[in-house]
Nanobody, 112 residues
Framework: QVQLVESGGGLAQAGGSLRLSCAAS????????MGWYRQDPGKQRELVAD???????TYADSVKGRFTISRDNAKNTVWLQMNSLEVEDTAVYYC??????WGQGTQVTVSS
């Protein structure tokens, strides 16, 4: 029933940009905090950014100033704009809705 469909991942060079999208269905999107998380093999999954239903944002220190999370409740969509990409940003990125719904994950690879 709940579906989070991600797009926009892929390959980028250091210093470049990518924009990830997550389209949600099966939930009352407007009341959910939405988030982006990432995980590399051998590492713990970590919060990248989240945004509340009212638009309040939180960022990991490692991405603050480079990444921007946004949402459009009319479109049931949340985005992650990633600028000034670094090799260390390479990971599988996951979209999360509320406290328990996850997307399938999308690979982001940054090369130097």
């Amino acid at each position: 029933q709940v579906q989070l469909v991600e797009s926009g991942g892929g390959l980028a060079q250091a210093g470049g940009s990518l924009r990830l999208s997550c389209a949600a269905s099966g939930i009352t999107f407007s009341i959910y905090t939405m988030g982006w998380y990432r995980q590399d093999p051998g590492k713990q999954r970590e919060l990248v950014a989240d945004i509340t239903s009212s638009g309040r944002t939180t960022y990991a220190d490692s991405v603050k100033g480079r990444f921007t999370i946004s949402r459009d409740n009319a479109k049931n969509t949340v985005w992650l704009q990633m600028n000034s990409l670094e090799v260390e940003d390479t990971a599988v990125y996951y979209c999360k809705a509320g406290r328990g719904f996850w997307g399938q994950g999308t690979q982001v690879t940054v090369s130097s």
